[in-house]
């Protein structure tokens, strides 16, 4: 399938958020030119969940994708702003899924190995450490339940990788509260997955 241009005039970025206002409005039709638009930044994110996953994973890249993108253009999907808040949608879609994965193996082998996400140094400097998916996703939970906004900024920064403009512009905040949002949300989590 090959990937459509741009319409003259028009950004990448502004096609996609096009296709995905029209999408919203229930044209299916646009499908066709919006999945080769999205999905190899959808490959990219699946990417960067999976990369601190175990070798021997059987959930592949392209299958979190496939699944992530089915349950992102059904018909009673909520209605599209953005190519960044599809993209922070699809995000919280994916760990969303790896976590329910992470949940029925560790039901079905009662204590098996667990699923493993690599923090970055952007997150817990200068250390290297491999985490739990499910202890992960419980700090996130924790956060939210102190703060909702700065867990979202962690999950779309670290998470989907969305700079922290693209960040400000899906949460409806400043840039600068999105700056101490992330430095908070970092101070709090390193000190949470430290003990």
């Known amino acids: 399938m ?6 003259p005039g028009r950004s990448d970025q502004e096609s996609i958020t096009a296709m995905l206002v029209q999408l919203s409005a229930g044209n299916r039709e646009v499908e066709a030119d919006l999945i080769p638009q999205v999905y190899g930044e959808l490959r990219r994110l699946a990417a960067r969940y999976m990369r601190g996953e175990r070798g021997n994973h059987t959930l592949q890249a392209s299958a979190l994708v496939n699944e992530a993108y089915a349950h992102l253009v059904q018909p009673q999907q909520v209605p599209w702003q953005s190519r960044a808040h599809f993209y922070a949608t699809a995000s919280l879609l994916m760990r969303n899924i790896l976590v329910d994965y992470a949940r029925k193996r560790l039901a079905a082998k009662r204590g098996g190995m ?10 817990l400097p200068a250390q290297n450490r491999t985490i739990d ?25 670290f998470f989907s990788g969305l700079s922290l403009a ?19 949300s970092r101070a709090w989590l390193k000190g949470r997955l430290t003990k």
């Open 2 to 7: 090959a990937t459509r241009a741009p319409e």
């Open 114 to 123: 667990q699923h493993q996400v690599t923090l970055d140094d952007a997150l």
């Open 133 to 157: 998916v499910l202890i992960l996703n419980e700090a996130l939970e924790d956060l939210a339940r102190f703060d909702a906004r700065q867990a979202k900024v962690v999950e779309l920064h």
């Open 166 to 184: 693209e960040i400000a512009e899906v949460l409806g905040v400043s840039e600068r509260t999105v700056k101490r949002d992330w430095s908070m």
